[in-house]
């Protein structure tokens, strides 16, 4: 009987020692994102919640990949200028989260011609720029990835904004739109601990039937 519990305990051992732990991860492709002006940002990112049933959540992050253009349309008092600078800014936030702020990163600046449209408009576009930015949701909480539903639900929000500066001396009559424009897809990643036992437990348990050996042998 010795010998068997030696012999299940060497093998925990070689098994805890060919497979260390790994995280796993959990892929959504979510594509046609479409963003149609500025003005109406947030705009969702619907998707899965995590299935707790296949581990312990560790990590959640998202990649946004696509186009976005910026566009300006301003009305002015004076004569317009030549040519204006727009700089847009990407932001992200996650709606079922109290405690994650409203992540925002810089995507660069533009300078981009002013064209007149009629009395006192001016419309601003830049050139369509490809994007492709990953943001760490984790210390949104994993219980805002975690409600539970079994469908795609709004679990992140993103929005592309763009501001602009006229040089001085030139001021604008107070009327702005934002119309910058995106296209294109996220990722959603969820890392996890996998539910089956890990090596650290096959090694306790290795562990207590080379104990139960020992002491079985000290009694005999």
């Not at 060497?10 to 492709?29: F, H, I, N, R």
């Not at 409203?102 to 995507?107: A, D, I, N």
């Not at 539970?148 to 702005?176: E, H």
């Amino acid at each position: 009987m010795r010998s068997r519990t030696l012999a299940l305990a060497g093998s925990l051992l070689l098994l805890a020692a060919a497979y260390p732990a790994q995280a796993t991860t959990s892929v959504q492709d979510i594509t046609g994102l479409y963003q149609n002006m500025g003005d109406f940002v947030p705009f969702d990112i619907n998707a899965l919640p995590f299935n707790p049933s296949l581990g312990v959540l560790q990590d959640v992050s998202v990649e946004l990949i696509g186009t976005y253009t910026p566009q300006i349309d301003v009305y002015v008092y004076t004569t317009p200028p030549a040519t204006t600078n727009l700089t847009t800014n990407l932001f992200v936030e996650v709606p079922g989260s109290s405690i994650f702020p409203v992540t925002s990163v810089p995507l660069g600046s533009q300078t981009v011609p002013a064209v007149e449209q009629s009395d006192n408009e001016v419309f601003l576009v830049g050139s369509a720029t490809a994007v492709d930015h990953t943001f760490d949701l984790s210390s949104a909480g994993f219980a805002a990835f975690e409600t539970g539903a079994t469908t795609p639900q709004d679990l992140i929000q993103y929005g592309f904004l763009t501001g602009y500066s006229f040089p001085p001396g030139i001021a604008d009559g107070g009327s702005t739109s934002d119309l910058t424009t995106f296209t294109g897809s996220a990722i959603l990643t969820y890392t996890y601990a996998s539910a089956v036992p890990e090596p650290a437990t096959v090694l306790l348990f290795a562990a207590g039937l080379v104990g139960l050996a020992l002491c079985r042998r000290r009694s005999v």
